[in-house]
């Protein structure tokens, strides 16, 4: 069972910027996608941002211009470069990373915490 572990979370004043990484346990083959989701208190998960196989990304629209995704297939890593961040980006982020035809994992998340 691949394991991903997320890091670099923490507490941040708004107009700050924090880097989340992303990190398997073994090298993954076949990635299709590498993807972070985020969860608020009472709230659903929600989609933050993707980077496919081939290079291209996809972002939440509250996410565009503001948060950069990146990913290494090799290295089986994605990080997540959030910058302007505001309060309301406040959850725990969390990896999840595709590959094969149906085969994904999930991290056990980090928790961003933007004080206005």
């Known amino acids: 069972q691949v394991k991903l572990v997320e890091s670099g979370g923490g507490l941040v004043q708004a107009g700050g910027s924090l880097k989340l990484s992303c990190t398997a346990s073994?090298?993954?083959?076949?990635?299709?996608?590498m993807k972070w989701y985020r969860q608020a208190p009472g709230k659903q998960r929600e989609f933050v941002a993707a980077?496919?196989?081939?290079?291209?990304?996809n972002y939440a629209d509250f996410v565009k211009g503001r948060f950069t995704i990146s990913g290494d297939n090799a290295k089986s890593t994605v990080s997540l470069q959030m910058n302007s961040l505001k309060p309301e980006d406040s959850a725990v982020y969390y990896c999840?990373?595709?590959?094969?035809?149906?085969?994904?994992?999930w991290g056990q998340g980090t928790q961003v915490t933007v004080s206005s």
């Open positions: 999840n990373v595709n590959w094969g035809m149906v085969s994904d994992s």
């Open positions: 980077v496919y196989s081939g290079g291209s990304t």
């Open positions: 073994e090298r993954i083959f076949s990635i299709s996608a």
